[in-house]
Every structure is written in structure tokens, then in C-alpha cells.
């Protein structure tokens, strides 16, 4: 099972009224598993840069200025994700600008039924809980003492750990700087593969527990089975 998790950067909160997508991070994970494969593009959104937004980020028009347009990176983008399921936090937010660049690219957009949202799986776990991504690292205990504002990779690899904590918890020494995305997952032994086989355990009694048997019998007073089986029934 081949799922990438996902997480962009933008202008604004708006897909449909001019704000655009400005940095993407993605991440790939096989089996629940990190392979250690990334995706980062910084794109120039063809627009200024709100001092509102930059302050989230911490990404300037400026800095932008030379990067390339969607148009340009779209086909890539699409190659690394494949067909696979896409998992991201408020998932309709990060899928919906993509969307948008690829409506303006002439492209079909991806279909909402492939996403998973991980805001809707901390909610289920967790009601009544905080469901913000810094509200579950905080509960996973995973460190963002590194992260002093936001990025498409830098948030795409916490959500990758929540994620897996949010469906059954991370894999002992699991990093997400695993080397080389073709090491086989561990197979985990069944029950039946790991239980030892044994002989058969001999029942048959010996000669000596044979005589010791015949001997306490010898001292039992109207034993049932030496009593006729009419006299048994009436018993």
C-alpha cells in the first residue's frame, strides 16, 4: 500500500479568489512504512506575498521571484505521486489549492475519494480533543523543537509520525530517513509459524504404573463394572 503524505504552503486561505500554492512537500510511505523518497518544490505564485501569510512561512515574493511556475513542475509532481492515496491534515485545504493549479494547468483534478484526512482521524480517536497538528505532536510526543515557522517538507514529516501514531503507533526504531525505499518490510511472524514443533507425547502406561493400577483395583469393595448391568441401570 503506497500513500504520500502531503502538505502545502500558499498566499492566503482562498483557492478560488487568487490565492495560490507556493511551496509543496510530500512524502512516501510504503505499508505505513517511510522509504526514505521526498518531493519539495518551491513555485512562483505569479502574485505578491500578504505580510500575513509570510509570517506563517516565513516565504517572500522575493524569494520566489526565480522559482518556477506550477505549469512547469506539474508533470513531476504527478510522477511522484502516482496513484496513490494522499493523507493530509485538513486535507480539503492542501487538495483543493492543488486542484486549482491544476484546473489552471489544463489537468484533471486528483479525486477527493483518494485522501485521507488526518484532521478527521484525530477527531474520531480523540473527540473533543485539540486536532492541530502542533496539538498532536504535543500529544505524541514528537519534537518540533526544530520548526520556528512553517514548511511543505518540515510539516509533511510530523504529519507522517502523527499519522502513524494515529493508526496504531510507530514502529519501533522507525525513522523517516530510511535509505533505501527497496528494503523489504520485517515479516512478522504468525502464530503458527513461530510455535515450535514437538513429537507426539507417548500415553500408553508403563509396565510398573500398568502393575500398581491392577493391584489398587484388586482392594476396591463392588466395583460398578463387576456389578451386573441390569442392577448398574436400576443404581
Known amino acids: 500500500m503506497r500513500q504520500i503524505i502531503l502538505d502545502t504552503e500558499t498566499t492566503g486561505l482562498n483557492a ?14 510504503v505499508n505505513h512504512m ?3 523518497r ?3 518544490v518551491y513555485i512562483n505564485p505569479e502574485r505578491d506575498m500578504p505580510a500575513e501569510a509570510e509570517r506563517v512561512h516565513g516565504i517572500s515574493a522575493a524569494f520566489l521571484a526565480d522559482k518556477p511556475l506550477f505549469a512547469a513542475i506539474v508533470d513531476e509532481f504527478l510522477s511522484f505521486i502516482g496513484d496513490a492515496l494522499l493523507v493530509a491534515h485538513n486535507a480539503s485545504f492542501d487538495i483543493g489549492f492543488v486542484n486549482a493549479e491544476l484546473e489552471r494547468a489544463g489537468r484533471n483534478p486528483l479525486p ?12 474520531r480517536k480523540f473527540p473533543g480533543a485539540q486536532a492541530s497538528l502542533d496539538a498532536l505532536c504535543r ?3 514528537i519534537d518540533t523543537t526544530h520548526r520556528t515557522k512553517h514548511g511543505a517538507l518540515l510539516d509533511a514529516e510530523l ?11 510507530r514502529e519501533p526504531g522507525l525513522l523517516l530517513n530510511v535509505a533505501n525505499a527497496s528494503t523489504p518490510a520485517p515479516v512478522i511472524a504468525t502464530r503458527e509459524h513461530a510455535a515450535a514443533v514437538h513429537p ?4 500408553a502406561p508403563s509396565a ?16 460398578l463394572w463387576n456389578k451386573p448391568a441390569d442392577a448398574t441401570a436400576a443404581a
Do not use: C, M, S
Open 159 to 169: 504529519l507522517a509520525k502523527v499519522y502513524l501514531e494515529l493508526v496504531g503507533g
Open 16 to 29: 478560488r479568489g487568487g490565492d495560490r500554492l507556493v511551496e509543496i512537500g510530500a512524502i512516501e510511505l
Open 38 to 40: 521526498t518531493y519539495q
Open 200 to 203: 507426539p507425547r507417548p500415553h
Open 139 to 141: 500529544r505524541f510526543q
Open 34 to 36: 517511510p522509504t526514505g
Open 112 to 123: 477527493t475519494d483518494r485522501t485521507i484526512d488526518t484532521v478527521e482521524l484525530a477527531r
Open 208 to 223: 510398573e504404573e500398568a502393575a500398581a493400577h491392577a493391584a489398587f483395583v484388586t482392594t476396591l469393595k463392588n466395583p
